[in-house]
């Protein structure tokens, strides 16, 4: 129940942040959430928004108090049911989440990554060879969508046949997170039309996937009993749903900002140390995922919000990493800033699993770039994604001028 206090402290907001004219660049009015208050209501969704780094760093690492359990979206999953079985990496808390996360874990070890690195280098020099004999492409389809879509999928081994399914599955994976949307109504649509849902099960059993992949991996830990044979399918389903998008996105933007930014370009280009903290940087201003959604088991305070029992609150990433309150300039990108504490890959115990494979892919594809490009300059206008949980671009047309 609101109380007074918080009405008249300002902490409620009639506004809509799944207004489709919001979702393309939502860091405008989630910053405005994160000055209104610490906690707000907003009555549209009866949910909860937190945007400033304290508070979004205690709803993060306190899965007791806000739980992923229930969704992370705005249904409650419990109550209302969902339109896939829960995820046993995502929507499950300790200590569940403890005996999948550690699995997970590894796989996707640092000798793991030593070992991606290099099929992610062959992958990247065919790729960048192939677009500077070009000259001109769209730096989001062809190159940040094309290199995760590629290398990712071949990392966990399914089958290359039929990889366009993951897009309309992943679109819609991400959509629904607020189902009652036309974004959410028609990339179900296309999923449902296309079967893809089908093909994700069936790509993702056993019999179909590589036997030298992820996936034959994590089927081993079924074999060795230390969990069955759905939980080993589930999360090669999420890692997959999870991790192609989230990379693309990121990396279309850490490309948009340094072709934009020469001295950012240029600082990269002159000291190669700084690309991994590129990539973090672009995460802090343009986190892929902008916010999170938890669910009060039971009534609970925090900033002296009183929080009812079920209630769902949702984290605003981006809001949190441009919080004044935590980041001297938080609106300017800087390669050369501490970006730790950056909360891209969120914090606690659902610290993004897949944070070293998207690292790795960003680093490569990135230095990859560098090795062979002079200088690379926009050539139409971008343009945004537009879509229910997830924040990046989805056209950037650009003209490279080899070394």
Known sequence: MLGNDAIDSGTVLDVDPWDEAVLPNPVALHAAIREAGPVVWVPKYEAWFVGRDAEVREV???WRRFSSTFGLGLPNIKREGAWQKPSVIVEVDPPEHTVTRRILNRVLSP????????????????LVDELLERRSFDAVADLSFRFPF??????VGIPAVGREHLVHYSTMYFNNRNPDTRLARESTAVAEQNDSMSWIADSCRRENVASDGIGAQLYGFADAGEIDEATAASLIRTFLGGG????VLGIASMLHDLIVDRRQ?????NDRELIRNA????LRLWPPVPMMGRTTPSATELAGVELGAEQKLFVLIAAANRDPRRWERPDEFDVTRNTGGQLGFGLGPHFCVGHAVARLEAEVLLGTLLDRVERV?????PQRELSNW??????????????
């Open 111 to 126: 000798r793991a990554m030593r070992d991606l690195r290099d099929r992610f280098q062959r992958f990247a020099d065919e």
């Open 60 to 62: 993060f690492t306190d």
């Open 279 to 282: 990539f973090d940087e672009t």
């Open 265 to 269: 370009w240029d600082a990269v280009v």
């Open 150 to 155: 590629t290398v990712l999928p071949d990392a």
């Open 377 to 381: 300059e926009l050539d139409g206008q």
């Open 390 to 403: 997830l924040m990046g671009w989805r056209h950037l047309p650009v003209t490279v001028v080899p070394r």
């Open 244 to 247: 192609v998008d989230t990379t």
